[in-house]
């Protein structure tokens, strides 16, 4: 009874602590919950719908107060898509820049439509508008909020950070950088300074990015200068930071709507020498599952009691690309030295006062478990050139090889049908057949990276099947410090159904989990959102 009554003691410890940490009731810390990979809603019920935008501190015009505004288009789609994941739609009807306030980081709160298609729309005409950002303008005690607004950019302004923005001017960006529009852009505000600054690529092509210093010219918001802080391989999703000192320029691949790598420079200057020289580096930590599935949206430090923290805010176009749920994806950064860490997380705690941050109890390990992170069939011979699924290992043991550009390659990811996507999560999830009898050995390591570590213990591995018959073996296992456990998938599955195999010890900081297929000609098996979370 004694024994009993110690580990009921340590389990009730634990569910406290995690109370404590996770729900902010204790004075350990007032970590607050971020989970990604699922849509957002206010701290009343409301859905968040803000994409292409930032954050900014400014000072609340009622109380005076510092607060965090979050700006964002929201677009038509975007309800829709919400509404109903199954369908990847087309077109981006702009509904309205949303501004979203919270005082943590976490809970947020709907100041209301702050720039509506009144402004943005001609003479009634509808355009793109989006990629924005918002500055304070000292000398004219105004809230500039610039946007792309079709091939030019719009400036517009409000008395106070909750809007309403009115139609301020739009400018043409030929004289500055020779073409009308930006690639991309975003809106940067240094804090040591107070000054902001507009970061954006090059029209076309967008093989190079620039800063301008936002100021007034001409008693007019305007960008004041331009200096070019890169040339190279086409960008987009241009944004940046500062982290202790230093300025890290950011910015993804030319995918469309899709995901990619996080890259970044860095330099001591906000105007360069960014390092190294025109030379993007792919951010460690984001090429498993290309930067948790999103491409570069915009970045947020949190200077806190405790440590200062950066958090990647990336934005999943999920509406135009069916890359799964959820339209925001943010995780915090970690350092080593000047060398920047991205954590890939599904769920974790942040505490804005001190900085600190943790991994939440029901965070996913797997890397790219749903398969979003392939924009294309893989292998894939057009860019990007990819042989394997991203964070996945496919070992073809017999059958048909991989071969990129080959008719005869088998294909190792399946497009999930409207049907499908009613029950799974995108566009596309694991596939395992072949036209000839086929071994297959698909597989993912897990271990812990220098900054979040995978505890010993026990652990619960999940995925959804569906499959055909004419399998001599098909199986879903997890592997750790030789002790290797499974869950044998028996028969036909003709509709999606989820396999669970619970209580898989955990050792050394390291798991190996898959799946294993020994088929007949034509025989199949589909794999979709594979989950591994701590028990």
Same mark, same amino acid.
């Given at each position: 009874m004694k024994m009993i009554s110690t580990t009921l003691m340590k389990r009730c410890a634990c569910l406290c602590l995690f109370a404590c940490l996770f729900l902010g009731t204790g004075a350990v810390a007032q970590l607050r919950n971020i989970k990604n990979d699922t849509f957002w809603n206010t701290v009343d019920g409301r859905p968040i719908y803000s994409q292409g935008g930032g954050i900014f501190q400014f000072a609340d015009p009622l109380t005076h107060a510092k607060k965090y505004y979050w700006y964002g288009v929201h677009y038509k789609q975007a309800e829709t898509y919400r509404a109903d994941p199954s369908v990847t739609l087309n077109g981006n009807i702009f509904e309205s820049v949303t501004c979203y306030s919270s005082t943590d980081m976490v809970s947020w709160k709907l100041e209301g439509d702050v720039l509506l298609p009144e402004v943005t729309n001609v003479n009634g005409r509808r355009t793109w508008v989006g990629r924005l950002g918002v500055a304070y303008v000292k000398e004219l005690n105004k809230y500039a909020l610039f946007v792309q607004h079709g091939g030019k950019v719009l400036i517009t302004v409000a008395d106070k950070p909750t809007g309403p923005f009115s139609w301020h001017q739009e400018i043409s960006m030929e004289q500055r950088i020779g073409t009308t529009n930006t690639g991309d852009q975003t809106v940067f505000t240094d804090e040591d300074t107070g000054k902001s600054y507009l970061v954006y690529s090059y029209g076309k092509g967008r093989n190079k990015i620039y800063v301008s =210093?936002?100021?007034?010219? @001409?008693?007019?918001?305007?960008?004041?200068? /331009?200096?070019? &802080? $890169?040339?190279? =391989?086409? !960008?987009?999703?241009?944004?940046?930071?500062?982290?202790?000192? #230093?300025?890290?320029?950011?910015?993804?691949?030319?995918?469309?709507? @899709?995901?990619? $790598?996080?890259?970044?420079?860095?330099?001591?200057?906000? #105007?360069?020498?960014?390092? +190294?020289?025109?030379?993007?580096?792919?951010?460690?930590?984001?090429?498993? @599952?290309?930067?948790?599935?999103?491409?570069?949206?915009?970045?947020?430090?949190? #200077?806190?009691?405790?440590? =200062?923290?950066?958090?990647? /805010?990336?934005? !999943?176009?999920? @509406?135009?690309?069916?890359?799964?749920?959820?339209?925001?994806?943010? &995780? +915090?950064?970690?350092?080593?030295? !000047? &060398?920047p860490y991205f954590n890939s997380l599904g769920s974790w705690g942040l505490d804005a006062k001190t900085g600190l941050w943790q991994v939440a109890p029901d965070n996913n390990y797997v890397r790219n478990g749903s398969f979003e992170a392939d924009r294309k069939n893989i292998p894939s011979p057009v860019k990007p050139v990819q042989e394997q699924l991203t964070g996945w290992l496919t070992n073809v043991l017999a059958g048909n090889k991989i071969a990129i550009g080959s008719a005869d390659s088998i294909v190792l990811n399946h497009v999930n049908s409207v049907d499908d996507r009613k029950i799974v999560i995108g566009e596309k999830s694991l596939n395992m057949t072949d036209k000839v009898p086929f071994k297959r050995k698909v597989s993912q390591v897990i271990a812990s990276s220098p900054y979040v570590a995978l505890a010993d213990g026990l652990y619960t591995l999940t995925a959804k099947v569906k499959n055909s018959a004419g399998f001599a073996t098909l199986d879903m296992y997890a592997e750790s410090k030789g002790k290797a456990m499974k869950y044998s998938i028996k028969g036909e599955n003709a509709a999606w159904q989820t396999i669970t195999l619970a209580h898989i010890p955990v050792k050394g900081g390291k798991v190996e989990v898959g799946f294993f297929a020994d088929g007949a000609a034509k025989a199949f098996c589909w794999v979709d959102d594979v989950g591994l979370v701590r028990e």
């Amino acid at each position: 009874m004694k024994m009993i009554s110690t580990t009921l003691m340590k389990r009730c410890a634990c569910l406290c602590l995690f109370a404590c940490l996770f729900l902010g009731t204790g004075a350990v810390a007032q970590l607050r919950n971020i989970k990604n990979d699922t849509f957002w809603n206010t701290v009343d019920g409301r859905p968040i719908y803000s994409q292409g935008g930032g954050i900014f501190q400014f000072a609340d015009p009622l109380t005076h107060a510092k607060k965090y505004y979050w700006y964002g288009v929201h677009y038509k789609q975007a309800e829709t898509y919400r509404a109903d994941p199954s369908v990847t739609l087309n077109g981006n009807i702009f509904e309205s820049v949303t501004c979203y306030s919270s005082t943590d980081m976490v809970s947020w709160k709907l100041e209301g439509d702050v720039l509506l298609p009144e402004v943005t729309n001609v003479n009634g005409r509808r355009t793109w508008v989006g990629r924005l950002g918002v500055a304070y303008v000292k000398e004219l005690n105004k809230y500039a909020l610039f946007v792309q607004h079709g091939g030019k950019v719009l400036i517009t302004v409000a008395d106070k950070p909750t809007g309403p923005f009115s139609w301020h001017q739009e400018i043409s960006m030929e004289q500055r950088i020779g073409t009308t529009n930006t690639g991309d852009q975003t809106v940067f505000t240094d804090e040591d300074t107070g000054k902001s600054y507009l970061v954006y690529s090059y029209g076309k092509g967008r093989n190079k990015i620039y800063v301008s =210093e936002i100021g007034v010219k @001409d008693g007019k918001v305007d960008l004041l200068d /331009c200096t070019q &802080v $890169f040339k190279g =391989e086409s !960008r987009e999703g241009n944004c940046m930071f500062k982290y202790k000192g #230093r300025y890290y320029m950011c910015a993804s691949n030319i995918y469309g709507w @899709d995901a990619s $790598f996080a890259y970044y420079l860095v330099a001591d200057d906000i #105007r360069g020498p960014y390092i +190294p020289t025109d030379d993007m580096q792919v951010m460690n930590g984001c090429a498993d @599952d290309y930067a948790h599935v999103t491409q570069t949206g915009f970045f947020y430090t949190i #200077r806190g009691s405790k440590q =200062e923290t950066v958090i990647y /805010c990336g934005d !999943r176009w999920a @509406d135009f690309a069916g890359n799964g749920l959820g339209y925001n994806q943010w &995780v +915090p950064l970690s350092f080593d030295g !000047r &060398v920047p860490y991205f954590n890939s997380l599904g769920s974790w705690g942040l505490d804005a006062k001190t900085g600190l941050w943790q991994v939440a109890p029901d965070n996913n390990y797997v890397r790219n478990g749903s398969f979003e992170a392939d924009r294309k069939n893989i292998p894939s011979p057009v860019k990007p050139v990819q042989e394997q699924l991203t964070g996945w290992l496919t070992n073809v043991l017999a059958g048909n090889k991989i071969a990129i550009g080959s008719a005869d390659s088998i294909v190792l990811n399946h497009v999930n049908s409207v049907d499908d996507r009613k029950i799974v999560i995108g566009e596309k999830s694991l596939n395992m057949t072949d036209k000839v009898p086929f071994k297959r050995k698909v597989s993912q390591v897990i271990a812990s990276s220098p900054y979040v570590a995978l505890a010993d213990g026990l652990y619960t591995l999940t995925a959804k099947v569906k499959n055909s018959a004419g399998f001599a073996t098909l199986d879903m296992y997890a592997e750790s410090k030789g002790k290797a456990m499974k869950y044998s998938i028996k028969g036909e599955n003709a509709a999606w159904q989820t396999i669970t195999l619970a209580h898989i010890p955990v050792k050394g900081g390291k798991v190996e989990v898959g799946f294993f297929a020994d088929g007949a000609a034509k025989a199949f098996c589909w794999v979709d959102d594979v989950g591994l979370v701590r028990e």
